[in-house]
């Protein structure tokens, strides 16, 4: 019953979707005001919909109705409950459906918080907000549906991949879904202000609440997931430049941009087609992220198994949505009124630059990923593409990025002297070099090419904090006044700091682990000691423990330094009863430092265990700096100035920065 | 107009360096950092030269797991009309095991031995790489592997994932 009223909701939310995707474009057309009144509530109705059928799903899953298909495939009773409600996004159908679901709450958040969009641009955001929800709908109605009976039903479930009974991947795909198919508002933006004809400061004003979400969300996403690869494959790594990470980081890359490249259209009312463009590319790239990773064309963990219809399906979803987006584009948008001159060297400038180094970024990354499926496709040898290819891409071109991106945010608008970014920047470069020096001089073994990367990093941290400390302390007074100078900045400003700060601490974080890591792989016996990176491991033994649905053998590692007790380290093998699977848990112990990272091996014939121990420094640092990033979204959108309905800013407010 | 000409001209230089920076970065990469997927009959036929890096695919042959007391594992890598032996040192994935289809990254030796810095076998056992499948299916051994029970088609349901 549950399970048919799940999917009669998404059959009425499918037709709701038709009518909100049609009528308002009518009546925005011709002008007719009841047909544009229907988008706003059909937008919530359509919410409400998704949102039972979403409920009814869960319903299944945590009473364990294996009568549907798909509980049955993806489902066991013995699993704990966040696990059986996580399960829920586990799988194909499932996941498909917390798509639209996302894709439905931001199209119901326009239509409940844009109260200052014009009533005809609303209606035509929602418009085409509902006919992408159509497209999915769709495509989940017709070969995907989750609510599938079995008949006869099984009496258990299947289980769900051990691998995914976890914290950190019960929270990764609600989190990356939220910016992937947030920028889902983005696209429908620019199509609305393209249908529209008039992209101005307005228009951007409009869509940066809105990216600065989806951004943010996607950040915490991509960073969740890559933590869960971090601790749960037992690699000892962060990132591996496989296809579906690639997937998830291009929007997030072109999204950067876009970030950036509206503020230019915001303030100045330039660069206003390929600001339209990169809105465009941003969903594009979520759709072909969501194609490759649903499709099967590749062979990875998120590859749910691959059924032809469907990845045909979403191909030709994605053929209409972005070639119907970039025709439009072409037609309509050599109309748009060119704004204001700038010079080369000038904070439009240096976001154009910035926008150029990303966008180069993305397209290697995008060629790297899908040039291994084009060569199968044409019949050439099978290869890989992996991370010396990325390394010697992508790497290279963050390099100037990085290097420009404190001159950039100091330069004026219009027009700047570089001489005066000199002034407020030497101090932060001295220092970069002399503290680049002193870790060249004292760090044995010699860094070699990744002291470029640590200096880059502090570059970035100190050139990004410099102006604003320098502003606040400058003509002398007290640290009252260099407090109250300090808390005048505008949210918006200190959203930068934060976010560029993140940058930095993020970028000294992955030289450090992906060049400082000490990795030793030995055959270690009970009570034999082993030396890593300056401690005595101690190698234990081996008892067995159960879970609620494991058995496992667990590994113990006692850690000192010097004869001093520093923790004591568990990792497990565990065998899941009802995947019959086992899965390897690290034994991890974290500092802001450095982490240790244990993994029990196999056992050999003579009672001698092969395990392998990691020193990974400054890895922490990694996730903290994806965090200060998002923080940097949520200061941005927390600015007032920026609130969606909130008044139009008074001009005193917008002179950066207050004194 | 004429600030607008030289702001056109700065950005068109701009981006045509960019873009030839980025493409002579790409083309440079895609000639060398890529590595090339092989099967043991390809290997059989044309052998590669010893110290390139490629991916070895295949199945791991029955019986021939042999596990040394320092730590480091033997294989042999089938996939039906030849064979490669393998040597790894590290831990294993969870999912290796006989008749497992696995894929592995490393280099060939003099002696023709494969010397692996890096064995892949999928997260999900009832799914194969695909590469693996494709050279199994060329060698021939696709039945048979089904009929031992060790490796079979790729199911048209149930793999799992995000």
Redesign the interface.
């Known amino acids: 019953m549950i399970a048919e009223l799940g999917h009669f909701a998404l059959v009425l939310a499918f037709a709701v979707a038709l009518v909100q995707g049609v009528l308002p474009l009518f009546g925005a057309a011709r002008r007719d005001a009841t047909l544009v009144a229907v988008a706003p509530p059909a937008a919530l109705l359509q919410l409400l919909l998704i949102s039972i059928s979403f409920g009814a799903l869960v319903h299944l899953y945590i009473v364990s109705d294996f009568s549907v298909a798909n509980v049955a495939a993806n489902s066991h009773q013995s699993k704990p409950l966040v696990y059986r409600i996580s399960g829920v996004w586990g799988n194909h159908e499932g996941s498909l459906l917390l798509w639209v679901w996302i894709l439905a709450l931001f199209g119901a958040a326009v239509a409940a918080f844009g109260k200052n969009l014009p009533v005809l641009f609303k209606s035509r955001v929602l418009a085409v907000q509902a006919l992408i929800g159509v497209g999915f709908l769709a495509f989940m109605l017709f070969t995907s549906n989750p609510f599938e009976r079995l008949d006869p039903a099984p009496l258990e479930g299947r289980g769900l991949n051990p691998i995914l009974q976890d914290p950190g991947l019960a929270m990764h795909p609600p989190m990356l879904y939220l910016g992937y198919v947030g920028f889902s508002t983005t696209f429908s933006f620019a199509i609305a202000g393209l249908l529209e004809g008039r992209i101005d400061p307005s228009w951007a004003r409009w869509l940066r609440p809105w990216t600065l979400a989806a951004w943010t969300a996607l950040t915490l996403g991509i960073a969740l997931g890559s933590w869960w690869a971090y601790y749960e494959l037992g690699w000892g790594g962060f990132w591996f430049w496989d296809p579906v990470e690639n997937a998830s980081f291009m929007p997030w890359l072109a999204g950067t941009a876009l970030l950036h490249s509206a503020i230019v259209v915001e303030k100045r009312d330039t660069l206003k087609s390929w600001t339209i463009l990169l809105a465009i590319l941003t969903f594009a790239l979520s759709l072909l992220g969501t194609f490759l990773v649903r499709s099967g064309v590749l062979t990875s963990v998120h590859a749910f198994a691959s059924d032809p219809a469907r990845g045909v399906f979403i191909l030709a979803l994605l053929v209409i949505a972005v070639g119907g987006a970039l025709a439009l584009y072409a037609w309509r948008a050599p109309s748009l009124q060119g704004g204001g001159m700038f010079a080369p060297v000038s904070r439009e400038g240096a976001l154009l630059l910035n926008n150029l180094l990303l966008a180069s970024a993305t397209a290697t990354v995008l060629l790297g990923t899908l040039y291994p499926l084009a060569l199968d496709v044409l019949g050439g040898p099978k290869i890989s593409v992996g991370p010396p290819y990325f390394n010697a891409t992508f790497v290279p071109l963050m390099i100037p990025l990085f290097l420009a991106l404190p001159i950039g945010s100091v330069l004026a608008w219009k027009r700047a002297e570089l001489s005066g970014a000199v002034q407020r920047l030497w101090l932060a470069a001295v220092a970069t070099v002399v503290l680049s020096v002193a870790l060249l001089l004292l760090r044995d073994p010699p860094l070699g090419l990744s002291l470029i990367g640590y200096g880059l990093g502090i570059w970035l941290i100190l050139g990004t904090l410099a102006d604003p400390l320098t502003r606040a302390a400058l003509p002398g007074g007290g640290l009252a006044r260099f407090w109250r100078r300090l808390s005048g900045l505008p949210r918006a400003s200190w959203a930068m700091v934060v976010a560029h700060v993140g940058l930095g601490v993020l970028v000294i974080g992955v030289t450090a682990t992906s060049t400082g890591q000490s990795e030793r792989i030995l055959a270690m016996k009970p009570g034999q000691t082993a030396e890593l990176a300056g401690y005595e491991v101690r190698f234990t033994g081996v008892r067995e423990v159960r879970g609620p649905n494991w058995i496992a053998q667990r590994g113990t590692f006692e850690v000192t330094r010097d004869g001093a007790f520093v923790a004591e380290l568990f990792s497990d093998k565990r065998f899941f009863l009802v995947e019959q699977r086992p899965t390897t848990e690290a034994g991890i112990h974290t500092t802001l430092w450095r982490d240790l990272y244990f993994v029990l091996g196999d056992p050999a014939p003579d009672g001698a265990w092969t395990v392998r121990l990691y020193h990974n420094p400054l890895v922490a640092w990694i996730w903290g700096g994806a965090v200060l990033m998002a923080l940097g979204g949520l200061l941005s959108l927390s600015d007032r100035r920026f609130r969606v309905g909130a008044p139009r800013p008074a001009r005193a407010a917008a002179a950066v920065p207050a004194e | 107009m004429r ?2 000409k030289r ?1 056109r001209l ?2 068109v230089a ?2 045509l360096l ?2 030839a ?2 493409a002579a ?2 083309l ?3 000639g ?6 092989v099967a043991p009959s390809d290997l059989a036929e044309k052998p590669l030269e010893a110290g390139k890096r490629f ?1 070895l695919g295949g199945l791991v042959a029955e019986g021939s797991v042999e ?5 480091e594992v033997r294989f042999a890598v089938t996939d039906g009309a030849a064979t490669v032996t393998v040597a790894y ?4 994935p ?2 290796f095991r006989e008749g497992q289809g696995i894929v592995a ?1 490393g280099t060939l030796e003099a002696g023709g031995l494969f010397r692996a810095s890096e064995v892949l076998a ?4 009832s ?1 194969m ?3 693996v499948a ?1 050279a199994l299916k060329r060698g021939g051994h696709w039945k048979e592997a089904g009929e031992e029970g060790g490796a079979s088609l ?9």
């Open positions: 600030l607008r702001q700065v950005l701009l981006v960019l873009g920076g980025s970065l790409v440079a990469a895609l060398e950092k890529v590595s090339l997927f991916r596990r040394r007391a320092d730590g040192r590290g831990i294993l969870d999912l990254q999928k997260h999900d056992e799914y790489p695909k590469e494709e790729p199911p048209a349901a149930g793999g799992e994932g995000r």
